[in-house]
């Protein structure tokens, strides 16, 4: 018989799957957990039950959240829901702005900012921009682009083959252009087109071949001619899809109809198109092609210009960016998301983007060593973890990167490259959180609650979800405010002490006792559960396996329920002395506790101790050392 003591000082390997139950030789077993849910990985190593969720305002329905920064002293939380922009200041709306864009619309949205415009794109809408103006209100217009003489700089493009021509009827005022095959239609009203180089505005739909057009610039003659173009972007050929700024230029990544195409404005011009004569400063135009489809989801000016497309991840050259020195190489072949936009996401100088399997979240990082650019699976030993993404966005204060799923839940990944911390951790909460965005130092989701959509902030201050806190001069027993929880039963924490759940009624619920100072929301429960001793270290060296002792190092800790084979159990964290009050609120504990346990374990794909909680307390986990005997 063999009795052993082991350590575990650190969960930087985050929760790992099950399939790494035969796996001890890796480092991730020693570092890793079976299940950690509703806590945070401190890249200390320590895990610390997650910030609760305090209650901010009720959203007109679901949709996403955009952070926009105006200044370094003020950032805004903007919640677009279907055809409307609500804009939070402080967690304060400031404003209401009817917007163009459908619930259903909604994820394919993507969205730029520079200086106080923030721009937005959709490949069936066209783009906007939304400013702060210097009084407070908020504008959201089309872009403009710009305009010489009246003729337009934007992008063009012929749609139609190659070989098809116009005929038209003269060369100034209004005309008719004749097509040789069917190119029109009833939506090019308004659009503009340039014909032998010169520009004309289409007034009339007249068949499928033909319109009637006012000639902004004389054309040359009356000759049939192949040498023409029309908008690139026009309810008829759809709108951009992504947008990005990158070396003073606004750079415009696909299209409705053309998906793989990328757009460069003239440098220092950002809505000059103009591709001139090719001169440095002029505008760019080309298209991806490689031997599979290049639909392109996402763009990033990183240390390159990034592209990130359906099928690969590609790379855009050239210092400084010119017609004449721009390349594009293929880096990588993982492929983004293609039903929804998902915006990359800079994180220590890499970037994050989620792949088009929606099962891992991809490292895109420039190595030295290659002069290329790889990517690397961040959750390849945490792959139950990365179900069905729907957004994500990164707190580098936390130094967590944030990732809600299709199915409500939240994942949250500790990184911090530099101590080789990579870890995952999985959150839930009554209901089904939607969005999320980091704004400044505050980070805020969108919830569905029993059909209400609700905008929330993770608080450290607090242990419940949908929460509200109170303080008063004179104790009280009766506490309103809570009609977004009419009907549910919360969980109470008054004057720091844990009171019996009650059910919300006419917005208020009732003390047994007066108190000054309030927490009422929603319970939500942690769980640290550490995987088996590995058999491949003295603890393999039998069948069977017991606890003897388990020593729980916590932090500014006021609740453990622990369990060590014989369910779980509350764990005293100190002596009640013969002076002290057993009511009062529990303290903030930062010691060792010792548990001791009974029992043989045969089943050695079982942990030999679990933390499961729902108690809206601190909690902080340092480290765990255990004595076990081992036995044939």
């Known amino acids: 018989m063999t009795r052993i003591r082991e350590i575990k000082t650190t969960f930087t390997a985050g929760e790992v799957s099950s399939e790494l139950l035969g796996r001890g030789d890796l480092r991730a077993y020693d570092n890793g957990a079976l299940a950690l849910r509703n806590v945070f990985i401190n890249p200390t190593g320590g895990v610390t039950r997650r910030a609760g969720l305090g209650f901010i305002d009720t959203a007109a329905g679901d949709g996403k959240l955009i952070a926009f920064e105006f200044n370094t002293q003020q950032t805004s939380l903007l919640v677009i829901t279907d055809e409307q922009i609500d804009i939070y200041t402080n967690g304060v709306k400031e404003d209401t702005v009817a917007a163009p864009w459908t619930e259903s619309q909604i994820p394919q949205l993507a969205w730029t900012q520079s200086a106080d415009t923030l721009l937005l794109t959709h490949p069936e809408v066209a783009p906007k921009r939304l400013t702060r ?328 201050a607090l242990n419940l979800d949908s929460a509200l806190t109170g303080e008063v001069m004179t104790p009280a027993t009766v506490w309103s405010g809570l009609d977004h929880l009419e009907g549910e039963t919360v969980s109470i924490v008054a004057d720091g002490e844990v009171k019996a759940d009650q059910t919300v009624t006419s917005g208020a619920i009732t003390l047994s006792e007066a108190a000054t100072t309030i927490e009422v929301g929603l319970p939500y429960t942690h769980i640290v559960e550490p995987l088996p001793p590995s058999e491949l270290g003295n603890a393999g060296a039998g069948r069977r396996i017991r606890l003897i002792e388990g020593l729980f190092r916590v932090q500014d800790t006021q609740a453990l329920k622990l369990d060590v084979g014989r369910g779980l159990s509350d764990i005293a964290l100190r002596q009640i002395g013969e002076d002290e009050i057993l009511d009062t609120p529990p303290p903030l504990v930062s010691s060792d506790i010792s548990v001791r346990a009974l029992g043989w374990q045969n089943d050695r794909t079982q942990p030999l101790w679990r933390i499961e909680q729902d108690v809206p307390l601190a909690f902080t986990l340092l480290s765990v050392t255990t004595q076990i005997k081992v036995n044939d």
């Open 133 to 460: 103006n210097s009084g407070g209100t908020w504008t959201l217009s089309d872009w403009t682009y710009f305009t010489d003489d009246n003729v337009v700089r934007q992008p063009y493009f012929k749609f139609a083959t190659s070989t098809a021509t116009l005929t038209p009827s003269g060369t100034t005022g209004s005309i008719t252009l004749t097509a040789s095959e069917d190119v029109f239609e009833e939506g090019h009203e308004g659009t503009r087109m340039r014909v032998a180089g010169k520009e004309v505005e289409i007034t009339d739909y007249d068949s499928a071949t033909v319109v009637t057009v006012d000639v902004i610039e004389d054309l040359p003659n009356t000759d049939v001619t192949i040498d023409w173009f029309e908008q690139a972007f026009s309810p008829v050929r759809g709108y951009p899809a992504t947008v990005a700024f990158h070396q003073d230029r606004l750079v415009i990544g696909g299209s409705r109809d053309l998906p793989n195409r990328l757009w460069f404005s003239k440098s220092g011009d950002l809505f000059n198109f103009d591709l001139g004569e090719g001169l440095d400063d002029e505008g760019i135009e080309f298209a991806i092609l490689s031997d599979q489809v290049n639909a392109i989801r996402g763009i990033f000016s990183g240390r390159h210009l990034q592209v990130f497309t359906s099928g690969a991840e590609w790379q855009v050259t050239g210092d400084p960016l010119t017609p004449a020195s721009v390349q594009i190489r293929r880096q990588t072949r993982n492929g983004s998301v293609v039903d929804r936009y998902i915006p990359p996401t800079n994180v220590d100088g890499a970037t994050l983007f989620v792949a088009r399997n929606k099962q891992e979240v991809q490292e895109f990082l420039f190595t030295d060593l290659e002069q290329a650019y790889q990517s690397r699976d961040l959750a390849l030993l945490s792959r139950h973890i990365i179900n069905d993404p729907v957004d994500m966005d990164y707190d580098s204060g936390r130094r967590l990167l944030f990732l809600v799923r299709g199915d409500g839940q939240f994942a949250a990944f500790t990184v911090f490259r530099a101590e080789a911390v990579a870890a995952w951790t999985l959150h839930n909460t009554d209901g089904n959180v939607k969005s999320v965005a980091v704004v400044g130092e505050d980070i805020y989701m969108l919830v569905e609650r029993d059909g209400d959509y609700l905008v929330e902030q993770l608080d450290d």
